[in-house]
């Protein structure tokens, strides 16, 4: 009895032995397994590297001057940052003595912006009008604005420095026909562009006793127009006159129309146009468009008009 009971223990530890070793050491099909997951690795989120562009004057092989600085501005805002690079000026200079050596060349300045950047212009963009502060900035250094036209373009590609967009400006050059047709053509869209102006001045309105500012999309593309006829026409001006209702005292009121008059011109020197071309004046409550016996009336009164001289 004991050598049976010991023979069967026997058979009984390999069968147990043979099924562990299939159970562990060698699967097969239909056997169940479990697999660790692969664990991906952590990546970092990379932070993009600021973008920076260089001045480049490149007109062909006739002239070139590039230099890794530029004219820089805050987000946002459309005033040049100072001081400018002393190879910046280097560069203006040279420019200066190019253009004139060559009445016919035009520079083309394109002011770059990003669609989250706030407009805090006058201008349709914020581009426009950082091109436009380049061009006074020429214009200051002795180079005619006849020959300096300016653009704005969108550009989310841009990565700023902190807050600050380094060189936000392209350049460019073409040249003008200055035959006796391309003259008359230029003259033709000139008188044209004055006409539109000077059918649609730019009408501004102000609440009682407000000096503020609120401009539309369509008033934008006014005072670019405005700001491009007074590049092309030397003795070109803009004549700003402020108008009130006929609240209150007319003396205070011929007052009143002509600080908002002046609120505007300080607004359009900020934005690019020369204190010497602006002319203001008031009418007070002496020219209504309209009645003032209503409130609708007298805030169509309250008004300023921008247009050329």
Request: proline fraction near 4%; charge should be neutral; aromatic fraction near 8%.
């Amino acid at each position: 009895m004991s050598k049976r009971l010991y023979f069967l223990g026997i058979l009984l530890t390999a069968i147990i032995g043979a099924y562990l070793n299939w159970l562990f050491c060698c699967p097969s099909e239909g056997k169940t397994t479990i697999e660790t997951p692969a664990v991906a690795p952590v990546v970092s989120p990379t932070t993009p590297s600021p973008t920076s562009y260089g001045l480049a004057f490149n007109d062909n092989s006739d002239f070139n001057y590039s230099v890794n600085d530029n004219f820089n501005f805050e987000g946002s805002d459309f005033s040049i940052l100072k001081p400018v690079s002393t190879k910046v000026d280097e560069g203006v200079l040279k420019l200066k003595d190019y253009l004139e050596a060559n009445p016919s060349k035009v520079i083309d300045i394109t002011g770059l912006f990003k669609s989250t950047e706030k407009n805090t212009s006058a201008y349709p963009n914020l581009g426009l009008a950082r091109a436009n502060a380049v061009k006074n900035y020429l214009v200051a250094k002795g180079i005619s604005s006849k020959q300096i036209n300016t653009f704005g373009k969108l550009d989310d590609g841009m990565v700023p420095n902190g807050t600050i967009y380094q060189g936000p400006i392209e350049y460019g050059f073409e040249s003008m026909d200055l035959s006796d047709e391309g003259t008359k053509k230029a003259a033709e869209e000139l008188e044209a562009l004055h006409k539109e102006i000077m059918a649609h001045p730019l009408e501004l309105h102000f609440a009682t006793n407000s000096s503020s500012i609120r401009l539309t999309q369509e008033q934008r593309q006014e005072m670019a127009d405005i700001a491009k006829y007074l590049d092309k026409v030397t003795d070109g001006k803009v004549l700003v006159v402020g108008h009130t209702d006929n609240t209150g005292d007319a003396t205070a009121n011929m007052k009143l129309g002509l600080d908002r008059a002046n609120t505007i011109k300080e607004y359009l020197v900020r934005n690019q146009i020369l204190a010497s071309k602006i002319e203001t004046l008031s009418k007070g409550q002496n020219q209504p468009i309209t009645t003032n016996s209503t409130a609708e009336g007298r805030a169509k009164n309250r008004r300023v008009i921008v247009t050329l001289k």
